[in-house]
C-alpha cells in the first residue's frame, strides 16, 4: 500500500479560494469552468390567497346551482324525461330540483374547502384536485344506474351530474392557480 503524496484533505482543491470552488474538468477539458460560487436563496414559499380560493368557490356555487337547474329544464322539459321528479310535475320537477340546486352548491363548496386544504400542503394541489374531482363526478354519473328506473332516467339524471361535475371541477381547477403566490 502506497502512502499519500498529501495528508488527507490537504490535496489540491481543498485549500482553493472559497468563492471559485470548482475549477475546469480535468477529464473534459473543453467544458467550461462551473463558476463562482452563489449562496442560491432558498426555494420561494407559496402562500394561499383564501379570499380568492373563496370567492372562486361562491361563484363555482351559484353556478353550479344554476347548471343543476339548467339540466333539469333541459331533460324534463325539452327531452321529456321524468328526472328528480315524477313526470306529473312538469318542467321545473318539484321541491327535489330545489333540492338538487341546493346540493350542487354545497358540493361546490365542499370543492372549495378540499381544494384549500390541498393548496395549503400539498405539492400540486391543482393535479390532486382534479382526479378527486373527476372521480367523485364518475360516482355519482354511475350512482342512477343502480337503481331500477328506466334507462332513461338513469341516463337523464346521470347527465345532470356530469354536468354539474364538470362545471365544478372546470372552474375550481383554475382558482388553485391563481390563489397560489410566491412569497
Do not use: N
Not at 21 to 35: E, F, I, V
Not at 52 to 64: E, N, P, Q, R, Y
Not at 149 to 165: C, D, E, F, H
Amino acid at each position: 500500500m502506497e502512502t499519500p503524496q498529501t495528508p488527507y484533505g490537504q490535496d489540491p482543491g481543498y485549500g482553493q479560494d472559497p468563492h471559485q470552488l470548482y475549477g475546469p474538468d480535468p477529464a473534459h477539458p473543453s467544458y467550461p469552468a462551473y463558476g463562482t460560487y452563489v449562496d442560491s436563496p432558498p426555494p420561494p414559499q407559496s402562500r394561499v390567497d383564501a379570499r380568492k380560493i373563496w370567492s372562486g368557490g361562491l361563484m363555482t356555487a351559484i353556478v353550479a346551482a344554476l347548471t343543476a337547474v339548467a339540466g333539469v329544464l333541459l331533460v324534463r322539459g325539452v327531452l321529456g324525461v321524468a328526472v328528480f321528479a315524477p313526470e306529473r310535475d312538469g318542467a321545473m320537477g318539484d321541491a327535489s330540483t330545489g333540492l338538487l340546486a341546493g346540493g350542487a352548491a354545497v358540493a361546490a363548496l365542499l370543492a372549495t374547502l378540499l381544494l384549500h386544504l390541498l393548496c395549503l400542503g400539498t405539492p400540486q394541489p391543482g393535479r390532486f384536485f382534479s382526479w378527486i374531482v373527476t372521480l367523485a363526478t364518475l360516482v355519482m354519473v354511475l350512482l342512477p344506474f343502480t337503481t331500477s328506473v328506466p334507462l332513461v332516467t338513469k341516463v337523464g339524471t346521470a347527465a345532470v351530474y356530469l354536468a354539474v361535475g364538470l362545471t365544478i371541477g372546470t372552474l375550481l381547477t383554475p382558482v388553485a392557480r391563481g390563489a397560489l403566490r410566491s412569497r
